[in-house]
């Protein structure tokens, strides 16, 4: 009997036991069933969320694209607009001092070969008179302070001749072309300034030239100058020295004969009689109320004694 209940319970033990197994092993199914399903519900809410984040940025991204597009439109519009302000410079600039100046009587003071001893002295009375003019100068060592005081003082400073050796500057054309470049780069050394006009020495009409002069306007051109003769001269580069009176009274001569006079004068060691006409002539002009004094600038209609061939001048 007692063995009956002992198998009774043993076998009671042993259901249970499988009872608890089966328990487990549905349990671990189900959570072993559950958890990879919670686990991909709760990336999918994730990859929502991302997705959402993903969309946001791509729009701001989008807005901040047209953004930038609209603010490089406005730099485009802006980079257009600037030229067109400058442009309206060149265009004040380049109008002729004829038209700036109607009706006036237009003198353009130059001094050729300098700078020399006089130039401050020439530079001082310049100043007195508030009187603006054009240097056609050399390249001269020790004269820097003379070629940078020209230019801060409103004056055009301009090309005349590196060597003003005649018969080397106008040997071929290379020299020519030399010359001229040997200068331009000397000045803008000094001054950082790159000049823009240009005088023959002798004047375009000289008769020392080698070659076919054309090809001395072709150089002139290449080399963005713009060259000028002179419809007035003072006429003291004569051989012998002119008194300061002569002077003067050449420049008024021929100033009174034009309406834009473009006045030949010297810059140099054996000139100082040129020094002492210029206020003279300076106060008598000043006196015509309707003359101005002017440097050579784009605006000045150029003055030349010989263009080129094929422009039917001579
Ligand atoms: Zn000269």
């Known amino acids: 009997m007692e ?15 499988v009872k608890r197994i089966k328990k487990f092993l ?16 709760v990336l999918m809410v994730q990859v929502l969320k991302i997705n959402k984040t993903l ?7 989008w807005e901040l694209t047209v953004q930038m597009e609209d603010a490089n439109a406005a730099a485009v519009v802006e980079q257009v607009l600037s030229p067109v302000q400058v442009l ?3 265009i004040k600039a380049v109008i002729p001092d004829a038209q700036m100046y109607e009706g006036k009587k237009l003198v353009y003071l130059t001094f050729d070969d300098g700078p020399s001893e006089y130039t401050n002295e020439i530079l001082d009375i310049l100043k007195e008179y508030d009187v603006k003019a054009t240097f056609f100068v050399l390249a001269k060592d020790g004269y820097e302070e003379e070629y940078q005081r020209i230019i801060d003082e ?6 005349h001749s590196y060597t003003h050796q005649y018969s080397q500057i106008y040997d071929s054309p290379e020299a020519f072309r030399q010359d001229i470049r040997q200068l331009s780069d000397y000045l803008y050394e000094i001054t950082g300034y790159r000049c823009e006009f240009y005088r023959f020495p002798g004047g375009s009409s000289n008769s020392i030239i080698q070659f076919d002069k054309d090809e001395c306007f072709d150089i002139l051109e290449e080399e963005g100058l713009v060259y000028f003769d002179w419809n007035v001269t003072s006429k003291d580069a004569s051989s012998y ?8 009274g ?12 473009v006045v030949l004068m010297h810059d140099a060691s054996d000139k100082y009689t040129t020094v002492q006409a210029l206020p003279e002539i300076i106060e008598s002009l000043q006196a015509e109320e309707d ?6 600038t784009n605006g000045t209609t150029p003055v030349c004694h010989v263009v080129r061939s094929d422009d039917g001048e001579e």
Not at 5 to 15: D, H, Q
Not at 241 to 248: D, N, V
Not at 250 to 261: E, F, H, P, R
């Open 3 to 17: 063995q009956q209940t002992s198998g009774n319970s043993n076998l009671e033990y042993r259901k249970k036991r």
């Open 26 to 41: 549905i349990i671990s199914l189900v959570v072993l069933l559950l958890v990879p399903n919670v686990l991909c519900a």
């Open 55 to 61: 969309e946001e940025t791509q729009e701001s991204l």
């Open 88 to 90: 309206d410079e060149d």
């Open 154 to 159: 409103g004056h055009t400073l301009a090309l």
């Open 241 to 248: 020295r002119l008194s300061s009176q002569a002077i003067t």
């Open 250 to 261: 050449n420049v008024l001569n021929g100033t009174s004969q034009s309406q834009a006079s």
């Open 291 to 296: 003359t101005v004094f002017l440097p050579i």
